[in-house]
């Protein structure tokens, strides 16, 4: 089992920055991705972006550009820099870890409010 932790979350203005983290904790065998992914009130949810153990990254095109994800592999956390934010990027934003070969673990959420 993985247990993933998010925080960092909250209101953020319009052309702000917020950085959200992801603390990984358990059993990280065969963890070889991580991401973010967001649902806004009736939407499905998305990836936002995603980090491979080899540093290797994917982001939604809604993001690239704003967002950087990256690792502390030391600590086992992920993070997510959110800058030049926009309304649409309010969500509820998820921490993943994905095993081999096809099992993945959520973090409960946390809440990103964009607005003046």
């Known amino acids: 089992q993985v247990q993933l932790v998010e925080s960092g979350g909250g209101l953020v203005q319009p052309g702000g920055s917020l950085r959200l983290s992801c603390a990984a904790s358990g059993n990280m065998f065969s963890i070889y991705a991580m991401g973010w992914y967001r649902q806004s009130p009736g939407k499905q949810r998305e990836l936002v972006a995603t980090i491979a153990n080899s540093g290797s990254t994917n982001y939604a095109d809604s993001v690239k550009g704003r967002f950087t994800i990256s690792r502390d592999n030391a600590k086992n956390t992920v993070y997510l820099q959110m800058n030049s934010a926009k309304p649409e990027d309010a969500a509820v934003y998820y921490c993943?870890?994905?095993?081999?070969?096809?099992?993945?673990?959520w973090g409960q959420g946390t809440q990103v409010t964009v607005s003046s």
């Open positions: 993943r870890a994905d095993r081999f070969p096809n099992d993945y673990y």
